[in-house]
């Protein structure tokens, strides 16, 4: 009798077991909540994380920096981060931080009605920060070309923090670009 009420709970808990829902089959989501196309979806799985680019910034080709010579940013940064060892044995292991971006922006003149004077800003980069043992983080700073057509060359430049786990951005600024 003990062995027919053993097999029943044994049988029992393989059906309650088998029925449940495997969490290993579910789809996973990637999209950060923006609408994404089947090419952006590669582009997401080769640039897990995102940051928002959202802000004013001062146009330096404006002389008298008015009003006229504020822009508004608006767009996203695509990034990823990954742990590279050089040597991790003791005593002294080396390793980096490389850090893949993926930068797609707008540039507009922030008080303006018109979509006239839109500029875009758009470019990849792959970088290696070599890691110290008695630092907690990084800044990496990295220059994007403004395409705006006719007048000076700009660049948007970006300032971020780095650590192991993740990217932060701490500025970003329009600089002219002499070259």
């Not at 008298?64 to 990034?79: E, L, Q, S």
């Not at 797609?104 to 470019?123: C, I, M, P, R």
Request: hydrophobic content about 40%; charged content about 20%; proline content about 4%.
């Amino acid at each position: 009798m003990k062995t027919l009420f053993a097999s029943l709970v044994a049988i029992f808990l393989a059906f309650f077991i088998g029925c449940q829902e495997s969490s290993i089959t579910d789809p996973v989501s990637n999209d950060a909540g923006w609408n994404l196309s089947t090419a952006n979806k590669d582009i997401i799985n080769h640039y897990p994380g995102a940051i928002k680019l959202d802000g004013l910034l001062t146009d330096p080709s404006n002389p008298f920096n008015t009003i006229n010579g504020t822009v508004k940013m608006n767009g996203v940064i695509k990034y990823k981060l990954e742990l590279v060892q050089f040597d991790p044995a003791p005593p002294a292991p080396q390793s980096a931080i490389k850090v893949k971006l993926s930068v797609n922006a707008e540039l507009k003149k922030a008080y303006s009605n018109q979509d006239e004077h839109v500029w875009f800003v758009t470019g990849t980069s792959e970088d290696l920060v070599i890691r110290k043992n008695d630092q907690q983080f990084y800044f990496l700073e990295k220059s994007f070309k403004v395409h705006k057509g006719t007048g000076r060359a700009l660049d948007l430049i970006l300032k971020f923090r780095v650590t192991e786990r993740e990217l932060v951005l701490e500025s970003s600024r329009l600089f002219i670009n002499e070259y």
